[in-house]
């Protein structure tokens, strides 16, 4: 049993100094995108979408968010959104896009760099301007900035609400903010599942 969870300790290490040096990392998380294996009381072993198994672990405060299906038409001039976005040309083109429910909106405000790909960042604030319908066109607002996008109405768009862990069944897509400590084990700050296949935008 000892050598078991030795076994078991070093397994988890070596998936997070793995993960250390390839996933993108902003304030000290890191994020995981993959599906869900197994989950076991607070342990969650998470299938990577670009390959190998990654274990994290959760605690009374890791936040748990729902990822559903949504359109961009379902964005109304009093919501609250993120944006991911990629450059193309002289502009940026728009990958992703997340809608928030009430009880969420304020989630990653502002800009920052992303790891969904080159160049990409991600932009939540509220909406300032709604015109048009395909395609639509936001101005959002976040602090001083109002930054301005086209979302072609076919963007994949996920509405994000509060989660519980029974969501977290094998198969379902999870993006999860995590930490690694001090022993080199990650930590949950929050994991947003998918619902009905859904893959979070995030």
């Known amino acids: 049993m000892f050598r ?16 250390s040096g390839s996933a993108g990392a902003v304030n000290g998380l890191s994020r995981i995108r993959g599906t869900v294996e197994m989950r076991t009381d607070d342990t969650l072993v998470v299938r990577r979408y670009d390959g190998g198994t990654v274990t994290a672990y959760m605690n009374p405060k890791t936040r748990l968010l729902i990822a559903s299906p949504s359109r961009v038409r379902d964005i109304k001039p009093e919501s609250y959104i993120s944006v991911i976005s990629e450059p193309q040309g002289e502009g940026r083109a728009v990958r992703e896009i997340a809608l928030y ?25 509220w909406i300032a301007d709604r015109t048009g319908t395909d395609p639509v066109h936001v101005r959002l607002r976040h602090g001083d900035e109002t930054p301005s ?20 069944v094998p198969g379902a897509n999870v993006v999860i903010f995590a930490r690694t400590d001090g022993q080199g084990l990650l930590n949950a700050d929050t994991i947003a599942v998918g619902r009905l296949g859904v893959r979070p935008a995030l």
């Open 101 to 125: 429910s009430p009880s969420e909106r304020g989630f990653e405000a502002g800009s920052q760099p992303w790891d969904t790909g080159p160049g990409a960042t991600l932009t939540g604030g």
């Open 149 to 168: 996008f086209t979302l072609p109405r076919g963007t994949p768009t996920t509405q994000i609400g509060p989660g519980e862990r029974a969501l977290l």
């Open 4 to 19: 078991t969870a030795i076994g078991t300790a070093l397994a988890a290490l070596a998936a997070a100094l793995a993960l």
